[in-house]
């Protein structure tokens, strides 16, 4: 029998970027308070928080006579953050002295806050670590920015493919003759960003267990793409990877690790790196007994065996390479797609938490019987199974949180005022 995820019954305030709402000169300084991607590793780093049993409450901005509303009719439109499931909100003035007075009020209630915003911009709100850990001593503060705090490009904004640039990563990823290819955004926001924002979380809580103290966490994109990083850096001083960009094992320089095209246009991947995958490979190819195995490592002739790969390749649709690579060792398979893995979960399309806790699995994204096998989760998942995003509008499900919490009620503990929670006049809060 499992138990509850591991951090049920910690607490996280996330600072939120961008709100419903808002006039154009509201958006465009609410662009520049953030002016990096941190308006998406924030959200992601508390989403890996929610999806292993934190109550994560968003903080976002206050719109009057829209949040809080208690005409249902006038409920504010949802904001851009897709990142949301086990999620809810509170709606706050932070310019205003009476919203960041609230936002101290839930500081002693808090484990942890996340700040997505552009540096120094928390200090200027009064919210600065000084401020947080002098109220709550054991609060962990979770800063994410894109370029590093103290490096040369502090001052500058930047996206992804900036951080990614300046970390040395972005150099490595690319074909022979052709410029560096970002991989969307998933190497500086998400992996080297909001997932190393998490681990450092986790190592605060882990550290708080032992001194009892909280502490500031830093995390930036440069730093975490490039930690990401470390075997091929390490690499380029070997001959796996001493070459320019695109000829070498790794980065499509060689032809037993990259990927061709098939006869109906879609993708096969190869990765027959070692010698007894590569003669796997070249059976389900019908290229054995030429002499290619003695031949591999000289490099003089990649080009040329990959022009036989694309070929041989083209010879047939996807499915039809499936069904002869299928089951063998070939480090040979195809190249899936969102779209089909949505509508095929024998394709192992059904999306999972990251890890597996078999005794307190965390909660399950996918749709399915709570009574399923703990390595996808427990619980009965989230609507869209990870595919379909649901925002959340500013204001939703924030109160029911703050009764969870503390037992707080509007009224009785907070009331609203130009659209943000305030604390009530002669509560003890």
């Excluded at 470390?230 to 790794?250: S, Y």
């Excluded at 098939?262 to 790196?273: E, I, Q, R, W």
């Excluded at 010698?275 to 002499?291: D, I, N, T, V």
């Excluded at 009965?380 to 990870?386: D, L």
Aim: glycine letters at 12%; one cysteine or more; a negative charge.
């Amino acid at each position: 029998m499992t138990g509850p995820p591991p951090l049920t019954g910690i607490r996280v305030l996330e600072f939120a970027g961008l709100a419903p709402g808002m006039t154009l000169s509201h958006y465009l300084d609410a662009l520049y308070m953030l002016c990096t991607d941190d308006y998406i590793t924030g959200p992601f780093a508390g989403l890996l928080l929610a999806d292993n049993g934190a109550s994560v409450l968003r903080i976002d901005r206050a719109v009057p006579d829209l949040t809080h509303s208690t005409n249902s009719s006038d409920l504010p439109p949802p904001t851009n953050d897709l990142l949301t499931r086990h999620k809810s909100s509170i709606a706050v003035d932070l310019k205003s002295p009476s919203g960041v007075d609230f936002i101290k009020s839930l500081l002693p209630h808090t484990d942890v806050v996340i700040d997505p915003f552009r540096p120094g911009i928390l200090e200027k709100l009064g919210l600065g670590p000084d401020v947080l850990l002098g109220i709550n001593p054991r609060i962990i503060l979770g800063r994410m920015t894109g370029f590093r705090r103290d490096g040369r490009y502090k001052d500058m904004a930047g996206h992804d493919i900036n951080y990614i640039a300046v970390s040395g990563a972005l150099a490595l990823l690319g074909r022979k003759g052709e410029k560096p290819i970002a991989p969307g955004n998933i190497l500086g926001d998400f992996a080297g960003g909001g997932a190393v924002l998490f681990q450092g979380i986790l190592l605060a809580l882990m550290a708080r267990e032992k001194s009892g103290r909280g502490q500031v966490v830093e995390a930036n994109m440069v730093d975490g793409a490039s930690y990401l990083a470390t075997f091929p850096r390490m690499m380029l001083k070997t001959p796996m990877w001493d070459q320019p960009r695109g000829e070498n094992v790794l980065d499509t320089g060689c032809p037993w690790y990259d990927t061709y095209e098939t006869k109906d246009g879609k993708y096969m991947s190869v990765g027959a790196l070692e010698p007894q995958f590569f003669a796997e490979l070249l059976k389900g190819l019908g290229l054995s007994g030429k002499g290619i195995e003695r031949s591999r490592n000289d490099r003089e002739t990649w080009p040329e065996l990959k022009a036989t790969f694309e070929r041989t390749f083209k010879g047939k649709t996807r499915s039809e390479w499936e069904k002869v690579f299928d089951k063998t060792d070939a480090c040979c398979t195809p190249v899936l797609e969102y779209g089909e893995l949505e509508t095929d979960h024998g394709r192992e399309g059904d999306q999972r938490p990251a890890v597996t806790l078999r005794e307190t699995p965390s909660l399950a994204v996918s749709e399915g019987s709570s009574s399923r096998d703990p390595s996808i989760g427990q619980g009965p998942g989230i609507e869209g199974g990870s595919y379909c995003g649901t925002a959340l509008y500013a204001g939703e499900g924030g109160e029911e949180t703050l009764n969870s919490w503390l037992g707080w009620k509007r009224g009785k503990d907070f009331e609203v005022e130009n659209g943000g929670l305030v604390k009530k006049v002669g509560s003890k809060l």
